[in-house]
């Protein structure tokens, strides 16, 4: 039995090691292009960790989205513009300077000891009895098949005002998008 | 040990670091939008995580995450087109050489 539980958790760390090595090699590749596509891993391992929660839509959008639509606008942006004359100084354009990538490092290494500190600090078993989580436990299978359903719901009924602001923002968006790209704007 | 709240907001905070140090030293600016999404994943975990382990039967959290996609995307579209704007003028998209209206 013991065994069986340790078996399960197995997924979690496959994909934590998947994303991690994902997102690490975007920043540290010195081709744009490459980097964009391993940003397709991190952001589908991430729609894997959805699916262990249970949020199969979100989980689906997020691969939609993310690992589709995002990167590919992303590297078809890079891809226009190329920047041959800088190939020769691409290592260059990854490390800032020494100065730098060491203070960059401290501070992200200070952010993630007190996000983890501050992880470590919380009673969280108290928080999920508290709010009946656990309590509903037995359930969650049962609601899980309704969660896409439900997300439909909410999002037409207590926050519909939410979801038609981001109809709007959308809007906004791709009017901006084409007065921007556009040539020639004064004329 | 069994998978709880605690590994996935872990897992988080190590994504959000990873996305601020690479924001921190790219110099290329497409980078950093990238990594800019990388950070807004790490925020959209914690929000699916909260949902399923604390508030599993009103789902708030979900619709939440399913919210910032959705600013992700125009974020993404406006910086994209900001960035090729730029490049268009200046044929350059070194993060450095912005500084044509730093006083």
């Not at chain 1, 596509?37 to 929660?53: C, Q, V, W």
């Not at chain 1, 993630?112 to 037995?138: C, M, P, R």
């Not at chain 2, 919210?67 to 704007?85: D, N, P, R, S, Y």
């Amino acid at each position: 039995m013991e065994f069986l539980e340790s078996l399960s958790s197995i997924p979690f760390y496959v994909l934590s090691v998947i994303t991690v090595l994902c997102s690490l090699g975007m920043i540290l590749n010195p081709n744009l292009v490459r980097a964009g596509f391993t940003l397709i891993g991190a952001f589908a391992s991430i729609s894997g960790f959805y699916f262990l929660l249970s949020a199969n839509f979100v989980a689906v959008s997020q691969v939609l989205i993310y690992a589709v639509g995002i990167v590919l606008v992303i590297v078809f942006a890079v891809m226009l513009c190329s920047l041959k004359d800088e190939a020769s100084k691409l290592q260059e354009y990854v490390f800032a300077s020494r100065s730098k990538t060491v203070f960059a490092l401290v501070i992200s290494a200070l952010t993630f000891s007190l996000l983890s500190f501050v992880i470590q600090s919380q009673d969280w078993e108290t928080i999920t009895k508290l709010t009946g989580a656990t309590k509903y436990a037995s359930v969650i299978d049962m609601v899980d098949e309704k969660y896409t359903s439900q997300i439909g719901y909410l999002m037409l009924n207590k926050y519909l005002l939410p979801f038609e602001l981001i109809s709007i923002l959308l809007l906004v968006v791709l009017v901006g998008v084409i007065i921007l790209s556009k040539k020639n704007i004064s004329k | 040990m069994e998978i709880g709240l605690t590994h996935y907001l872990t897992l988080s905070a190590l994504l959000f670091s990873i996305g601020l140090f690479g924001l921190l030293i790219s110099r290329n600016a497409f980078r950093i939008l990238m990594s800019i999404e990388i950070m807004l994943n790490a925020v959209n975990i914690n929000f699916v995580a909260f949902a399923h382990y604390v508030d599993p039967l009103a789902i708030k959290g979900q619709v939440f995450s399913l919210f910032i996609m959705a600013i992700a995307a125009a974020e993404v579209a406006i910086g994209l087109a900001l960035l090729l704007l730029i490049y268009r003028n200046r044929v350059n998209i070194d993060i450095a050489s912005f500084d044509s209206i730093k006083w």
